[in-house]
């Protein structure tokens, strides 16, 4: 036997696996599907590349958290002792997230956040950090929507924050923001709670108080509610909404209805499929989704930016995977700060992360944008 033949014989073949710890029981969220199809799409072409680690394809394992954090800390130990399993992708919920920081570190399991926007999910005190974010943070967001809501005129805001980990990481985010821009106030700071059956009492309560906008950190179920009340009442008492951009993680133009065209709505992302300032790395993207979920388009795209980040993350993550040169998750934790470029959908990444930053994005990949009702698209604000 050659000794060709007998390298191939004796190369290890075995899969190197890739959780994912999803809300796929929570019924209205989009998020998780648009993550998945992020994630296979690039295992598709890494996969067809030639995989990992000399020839090992990449596999994904999925397990449901439910948006219940109790739920995520169990799947996390789980994952943790599946052998050759590199790293967790995270979902939705930053609460979730959140709760995981304790067994993520005593694991030493990779987070890979692609979502969750809670700055603390990577800036904290566990060192080595084994968290990594390609998604906004909430101290981005906030600014993002109160400067354009200022750019509109609208500087006495009333704020609607969800009874959450997600909603405190906001609320600080908007005290640090108000701090530094005194002409801006905030009238009022009201607090709900997820699965909350009304917000109208609320927002005649911020509107009462002098705001002239709504700063609404929501997820689809809440902020359809609010959509569709405050469309119910007179065309004068209707303020604009700023919204976080939870609400585009679900199906929300299916729960809002026309209610939607009949406020003025806008929504923070990151990343729009409508662009086309990268047509290569578009091109190459519709072709493996194209043949794996029959994406051919904008309109076919779930939670455009659940789908993007995770794209992204998922060829980052298999750099660092043959940067390390095996499946051990601390070498892998350190190539993710080697990394030196990646040429991404979203954007030339250089570098995607160090050691002193763990979010690839940067606040000026983020804008507002509106949903289109026809097809829940959302379209920047130009």
């Known amino acids: 036997m050659s000794a060709s033949a007998i390298a191939n014989e004796s190369q290890d073949t075995s899969p190197v696996y890739i959780g994912f710890d999803a809300e796929e029981g929570h019924v209205t969220s989009t998020s998780d599907e648009a993550i998945r199809i992020g994630i296979l799409t690039a295992l598709d072409e890494i996969n067809r590349a030639g995989g990992v680690l000399g020839g090992r394809n990449l596999e994904l394992l999925v397990k449901d958290n439910r948006s219940v954090p109790a739920r995520g800390i169990k799947n996390i130990k789980e994952f943790s002792e599946i052998e050759d399993l590199v790293a967790v992708f995270g979902g939705k919920f930053s609460p979730v997230m959140i709760e995981e920081l304790d067994i993520l ?53 009333g704020v609607l924050l969800p009874v959450t980990g997600w909603g405190r990481s906001n609320q600080k985010a908007i005290q640090k923001y108000l701090a530094a821009h005194p002409e801006t106030s905030v009238t009022s700071t009201l ?73 003025d709505f806008s929504v923070v992302q990151t990343y729009s499929f409508f662009d086309e300032d990268r047509p290569e790395k578009l091109k190459k993207f519709y072709t493996t989704a194209g043949r794996l979920f029959n994406i051919k388009g904008p309109e076919d795209i779930p939670a455009p930016v659940g789908i993007a980040h995770a794209y992204d993350a998922t060829h980052i993550l298999a750099l660092a995977i043959n ?60």
């Open 323 to 382: 940067k390390a040169g095996s499946t051990n998750r601390p070498e892998i934790r350190k190539a993710l700060e080697d990394i030196e470029a990646y040429d991404g959908l979203i954007k030339y990444y250089h570098p995607p992360f160090t050691k002193e930053n763990h979010t690839a994005l940067l606040p000026e990949n983020l804008f507002m944008g509106r949903f289109r009702l026809k097809d829940g698209t959302i379209l920047r604000i130009r």
């Open 191 to 263: 607090w709900y709670n997820w699965g909350d059956k009304s917000l109208l009492d609320k927002y005649i309560t911020a509107r009462a108080s002098g705001a002239e906008s709504i700063l609404l950190v929501a997820n689809e179920a809440e902020g359809s509610i609010l959509v569709k009340e405050i469309a119910s009442l007179p065309k004068e008492q209707r303020l604009p909404v700023v919204s976080h951009w939870g609400v585009s993680g679900g199906q929300f133009t299916k729960m809002t209805g026309e209610a939607i065209d009949k406020i």
């Open 105 to 157: 570190h005593e694991k030493k399991m990779i987070l890979m956040d692609v979502w969750g926007a809670a700055d603390i999910i990577t800036d904290h005190d566990y060192a080595p950090n084994y968290c990594f974010r390609v998604s906004l943070k909430d101290s981005w967001a906030i600014k993002t929507m109160i400067d354009y809501a200022r750019k509109k005129g609208l500087n006495k805001l």
